[in-house]
């Protein structure tokens, strides 16, 4: 229901053509801890930076420049979505979960804000293969965080801890200390059912459509008539750069088109060479035909 109802919730925003108005690309990837190994189920999903156009044949940038969609209107939506698919599955077991109805369990999620955090685009190729390596395959916690203390025989995992984070720095490292056992349950309560796929893709990342459009996809992005000037913005963005003014006239920063005029040597040189002597019979306001080369 994560995948499904992050999946949708992206879909169906970036077809609106007053935000993208186009079929997006999305890799999500399933987490079910938090730093400390507790059970904190989420997803990570990587977007693409607007959607294509399948109909008109051209790609379709977001309507902002530093994010892809509204965070007021993407969390709501994604609260709708993710709790019709819950009732919808609740109906269909016929029973409650949890010893609760879904009227008792959902009781104050329709008003309650929901947390969808939303990171602004990147074109740095590194850092996607490597948020992509980092939450694709790793399970749960890393060697260097867990500690084993033969004489106390008690286990150390080292996190980060958010609650004591405070702005603009980084959260601070405590330590847990726990019995052998302990440690085992938290790690193995993480381990995925068997043929379960941790990781999925969607819209233009999916398989189908990545064969179906093979060849054609850079060609659209590259011929998008506002491809220019978001890569402006966004190079302004990573950079922390500040542009100069722009167009005089519309206040673009997009470079000018040019028409390249190739000149004509055989034009020219007759009205350069042309001196107060005339040639025989001819009058001095004639101009001279081009000598051969």
């Not at 179906?212 to 950079?239: C, M, N, S, Y």
């Amino acid at each position: 229901m994560l995948f499904r109802g992050a999946w949708q919730t992206i879909k169906e925003l970036c077809a609106n053509k007053n935000r993208v108005g186009g079929l997006p690309g999305m890799t999500g990837v399933l987490h079910t801890w938090g730093s400390d190994l507790k059970h904190h189920v989420h997803v990570h999903c990587l977007v693409t930076f607007g959607g294509l156009d399948e109909g008109r044949g051209r790609w379709c940038w977001p309507r902002t420049k530093d994010k892809l969609l509204g965070h007021r209107v993407l969390r709501n939506t994604f609260r709708r979505i993710f709790l019709d698919f819950l009732e919808k599955w609740m109906q269909e077991q016929g029973r409650a979960v949890y010893h609760h109805s879904f009227g008792v369990l959902t009781a104050g999620l329709y008003t309650k804000s929901w947390v969808v955090n939303q990171q602004p685009p990147t074109m740095n190729a590194e850092l996607i293969n490597a948020y992509l390596s980092r939450y694709i395959c790793r399970i749960g916690i890393s060697d260097q965080r867990l500690q084993y203390d033969a004489a106390t025989q008690r286990v150390s995992l080292s996190y980060k801890d958010y609650r004591r984070q405070k702005a603009g720095q980084a959260a601070p490292i405590a330590v847990l200390d726990l019995p052998p056992l302990v440690a085992m349950h938290k790690l193995l309560q993480h381990v995925l059912p068997p043929n379960f796929h941790r990781t999925r893709s969607y819209g233009l990342h999916a398989p189908s459509t990545r064969k179906r459009l093979k060849g054609q996809l850079e060609k659209h992005v590259k011929a998008a008539p506002d491809t220019v000037l978001v890569l402006i913005r966004l190079l302004k963005a990573f950079l922390q750069i500040k542009l100069g003014p722009g167009c005089e006239q519309c206040g673009s920063h997009a470079p000018p088109t040019v028409t390249l005029v190739v000149p004509d040597r055989h034009f020219i040189i007759p009205w350069l060479t042309v001196g107060p002597r005339a040639p025989p019979g001819g009058s001095s306001l004639e101009a001279p035909q081009p000598k051969a080369a």
